[in-house]
Every structure is written in C-alpha cells, then in structure tokens.
C-alpha cells in the first residue's frame, strides 16, 4: 500500500419498494461515485432490504451500481436465499462471507445475520474461514473486518439486545493478528465508534434511516436525519481514520 487508501462504507439501505428509501441510497451512491477516483472500494454492511422479500432484492439490484470494488454483507432484515439468488447468482443458504485485497489492503466481511432472528452471531464456520483469510494473507497485511451487528453494548437500549453475541471468540481470534486494523459494522443506523478487543469499531450511519438515543427523543426514529457515509482511511502507518458525511437527498 503506498498513499492513503479509502474505503467508502453504507449500511442499512432498507430497500423497501418506496420512492424515499430509494432516493436516500441512490444520493449516497451519487455522492461516492462521484468521486471514484479518489476512493478504492465501496462495502456495504448489511439491511439491504427491510423485510428480504425477492422483490426488495429486484430493486436493490437494479439501484446499487458503482465503478467501484463492491463488497456486501447481510444483516437481520435480509433474507440469505433471496439476497444471493439476485447478488450472488448463487441460490441456496452460502453465508454472505467475502474476503478482496484491493490496493494492499485486505477486506473481510462476515455474515452475522442468523436466518429469522434480529441478534446477530458468527458462527465457527465462519470465524474459521476468517482466520483462513487472516492466515493466508501476506504477513503484515492491514485489514479490516466488516459485519453487520455489532460486538459490544452501544447506549441503544433496544439495539444492545439484539447485537452480535458470541464476541469473545472474535476477540480470541484478534489478538493473534496485530495487522486488524479496525472492525466496521452498521445496524444501529447511528454513526458510531468505539472499540472492540482493543481495535478501533466503526460504525456506519443508517442510510435508511437514524435511531434516537435515550435523550433525544421518545419516538424510535430520529426524524430528519438525512442519509450519511463513513470514509475509512488508512495511511501508511496502518492508522485508521474515519469520516462521516451526511448527504442531502
Ligand atoms: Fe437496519
Ligand atoms: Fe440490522
């Protein structure tokens, strides 16, 4: 890797059939495109769709277009069969793991979704295919780990029951790759960033949607909140800096 590498993250799009779902993803995918050059790939982590009918799926398809590298995960709203017949070309239950080194920089996304279920959990299966990834790649290779639920307690007190559990075997797994640059999830719909097994974890605004804190208001929804990004940059000291933009639509 030579220079600052980016990576532009959304997460939870909800496609849902609606005109104002829609417009929010295509603003911030004109927003990234826009600036392609400048950026080395795009993830997406999850909640593509609100309720993982096929349908959702036919218009996710037919809006997320991008010059850029593009890898997905899927989260609690997705449907794992639908999701990789329209994404995948690939019908059946194969977990929504994808693993690409772009520029020298490895990018690891994990399925944490469990089919039915709003909590997340990676199961051994896949946690193991992580280390495989983590293992094979040239040593000192910086990397980030994408999944859509996250592994620790956010102040959100609906969504801290339903985040990802199981956490402590990832944490295992961290110590033993010193080259984990950070951990990057969404499902909160609430720019974030704390840590996690001593690692930066950021967390991507809700493109859908944003959720209220306990003190800014009753309702579940924060109402107005426009649709935003997280750009990750990575310089050449494997430090990893994050910026959010909100993008109006
Ligand atoms: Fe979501
Ligand atoms: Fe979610």
Same mark, same amino acid.
């Given at each position: ?125 896949? +946690? ?11 040593? !000192?290779? =910086?990397?980030? &780990? @994408? *999944? /859509? ?61 944003? +959720? ?11 109402? !107005?909140? =426009?649709?935003? &990004? @997280? *750009? /990750? ?17």
């Amino acid at each position: 890797m030579s220079g600052v590498f980016v990576v532009a993250h959304i997460s939870d799009l909800h496609f849902d059939g609606s005109e104002y779902h829609r417009s929010r993803v295509e603003a911030v995918l004109r927003y990234i495109n826009a600036r392609a050059d400048g950026i080395d790939a795009l993830l997406i982590t999850g909640d593509l769709v609100d309720r993982g009918t096929a349908a959702e799926y036919d218009d996710a398809f037919g809006t997320i277009h991008s010059p850029l590298p593009t890898l997905i995960t899927i989260g609690n709203h997705d449907d794992r069969e639908h999701y990789n017949d329209r994404f995948r070309q690939d019908p059946g239950r194969a977990h929504a793991n994808s693993a690409l080194t772009v520029n020298g920089v490895q990018l690891l996304l994990v399925d944490s979704s469990i089919p039915g279920r709003a909590p997340g959990y990676i199961d051994d299966a896949d +946690l193991d295919w992580l280390e495989a990834q983590l293992h094979d790649a040239e040593p !000192g290779t =910086p990397a980030l &780990i @994408a *999944f /859509h639920h996250p592994p620790v307690d956010v102040h959100m007190p609906y969504m801290d029951t339903i985040r990802q559990t199981g956490e402590e075997r990832l944490a295992e797994l961290v110590d033993r790759y010193p080259n984990i640059v950070a951990f990057l999830c969404g499902h909160i719909h609430s720019a974030a960033v704390t840590t996690f097994a001593g690692r930066p974890l950021c967390i991507a605004p809700g493109v859908a949607s944003t +959720l209220n804190l306990p003190f800014e208001g009753s309702g579940v929804l924060n109402e !107005g909140q =426009p649709p935003g &990004i @997280a *750009f /990750h940059l990575i310089g050449d000291d494997n430090r990893i800096v994050t910026h959010f933009r909100a993008v109006i639509n």
